[in-house]
């Protein structure tokens, strides 16, 4: 499970080629860069020092590595922020040690309310 998110100054204009292009880039990191923990564990994942945190301090961009959080049943329940680049800057204002192996539910209550981001 993953998320790749681009952003524009400006909204682009529709490009199929474009849109592909984005498409095949996700497809990449999805297939390429893995965790240490197998899936639907409910441990936090680690990403120290994988090619997940090289990719993050490559980019010039902030940066928030998720992991996702699994309750006891199995089912996705959160998500953890495991990770951040030196980037980074907290929504509050916070240093990212404050949020870092944090759930995003908790550190950031806005993303579940609907229609608050």
């Known amino acids: 499970m993953g998320a790749l998110e681009v952003c524009w100054l400006e909204p682009p ?3 199929a080629r474009l849109e592909r292009s984005l498409n095949a880039l996700a497809d990449l990191a999805a297939h390429t860069l893995t965790l240490d923990t197998p899936p639907r564990s409910t441990a936090p994942a680690t990403v120290a020092d994988t090619d997940v945190t090289r990719l993050a301090d490559s980019l010039p961009d902030p940066v928030m590595v998720l992991t996702p959080a699994f309750d006891a049943r199995g089912q996705l329940s959160d998500f953890t922020i495991a990770y ?3 980037r ?3 929504l509050a204002g916070r240093p ?3 949020v870092e192996r944090r759930g995003l ?3 950031y209550p806005a993303f579940i309310r ?3 981001l």
């Open 13 to 15: 204009e529709r490009d």
């Open 84 to 86: 951040t680049n030196d």
């Open 88 to 90: 980074f800057q907290d």
């Open 96 to 98: 990212a040690t404050c």
């Open 105 to 107: 539910r908790q550190t």
């Open 114 to 116: 609907p229609g608050a």
